[in-house]
């Protein structure tokens, strides 16, 4: 049989099958997937086979992926982790207050769905808790990512209709990432209220290592449409990139990049003669992403 695994433990696998039936799974032995250090490196999204075996299933290989989305942590620079697999986009939830999310983040998020060929999709939530400043603030900011191809939307999760959000989620498989506590949950459940997902009280996200979400989860919103809610990640790190292959994951520096004196050499740091700089000073590339970009060559571990 073959099936897409929905949820995954760790040591437990949910794998829904063709009749739509769940089947509660094991692996068999030590899978290895091709270019990935890990064994058993089965994620949500995964597409497998299984043997039933009883009432549970037996997973024997893992199918080839699309893709997949890793991320690196922080502290343990060895440790990645596979968020999903197999996904068509990567929707981003983030606030600007309760917490706020950083542009670094966000940049880093971004860079990283990029690098795995993954399109974007910004959700910035709780609009109803803003100042008017930072109500323009995220309109900018909406502004800006639109600008570079990616969909972005501001929203209250808790007083707007998501109808907006809903129309992007159609016919694909979105993976939702975000920090805890940002609205993941909230969202979801507005989106499909059948699921009943718990969602945590302002209280709880503060509290170090509270998460209401605490396995990725993939739900079927219709036929053509999932979408995989994840527990909230407090940093997100780069997976091994070299400073020119970041700079070519920023959109809007690909072109500009190739007027730089030393183009193919250029980190847009000190060298004279580059486009990227001018770029910058001239307002045709943000002075945020800017920042971000030189953060992430720098290796910086601001990565919060
Ligand atoms: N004021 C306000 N609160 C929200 C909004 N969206 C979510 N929340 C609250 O933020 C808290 C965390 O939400 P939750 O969905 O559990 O976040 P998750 O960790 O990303 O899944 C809950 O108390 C929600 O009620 C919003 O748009 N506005
Ligand atoms: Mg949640
Ligand atoms: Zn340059």
């Known amino acids: 049989m073959k099936g897409t695994v929905v949820k995954s433990t760790g040591s437990w696998y949910e794998v829904r099958v063709d009749t739509g039936k769940t089947i509660n799974c094991r692996m068999k032995g030590k899978i290895r997937l091709e270019g990935i250090k890990e064994t058993n490196p089965v994620a949500v999204g995964d597409f497998v086979e299984l043997d039933e075996e009883g009432t549970n299933g037996v997973i024997h290989s893992i199918l080839p992926r699309k893709n997949h989305l890793l991320r690196q942590a922080v502290k343990k620079s060895s440790h990645s982790q596979i968020l999903a697999a197999n996904i068509d986009q990567a929707m981003l939830v983030v606030t600007l207050k309760q917490p706020r999310t950083s542009m670094g983040f966000i940049d880093r998020f971004i860079i990283s769905a990029e690098a795995y060929g993954i399109p974007q999709v910004i959700i910035f939530n709780k609009e109803d808790l803003l100042s008017d400043e930072e109500k323009e603030e995220t309109h900018e900011l909406v502004k800006l990512y639109q600008s570079l191809g990616i969909p972005s939307v501001r929203i209250s999760a808790l007083t707007d209709s998501i109808d907006k959000i809903r129309q992007l ?112 000073e001239e307002d045709r590339i943000s002075e945020s992403r800017f920042n971000s970009y030189l953060s992430m060559v720098a290796g910086e571990d601001n990565r919060k």
């Not at 969602?199 to 709880?204: Q, Y």
């Not at 407090?234 to 520096?253: A, C, N, R």
Request: hydrophobic content about 35%; aromatic content about 6%; proline content about 4%.
């Open 169 to 280: 989620l159609n016919d694909k498989v979105t993976l939702m990432a975000g920090h805890s506590g940002v609205g993941k949950s909230t969202l979801l459940n507005k989106i499909a209220p059948h699921l009943d997902r718990a969602t945590g009280s302002i209280s709880d996200f503060s509290q170090k290592g509270t998460h209401t979400t605490t396995f990725a989860e993939m739900f079927s919103l219709d036929e053509t449409t999932s979408i995989i809610d994840t527990p909230g990640v407090k940093e997100w790190g780069l997976v091994d990139m070299t400073p020119q292959e970041i700079s070519d994951y920023f959109v809007e520096m690909r072109e500009i990049r190739l007027n730089c004196k030393f183009s193919s050499k250029c980190l847009h740091l000190q060298e004279p003669g580059c486009a990227v700089r001018q770029a910058v």
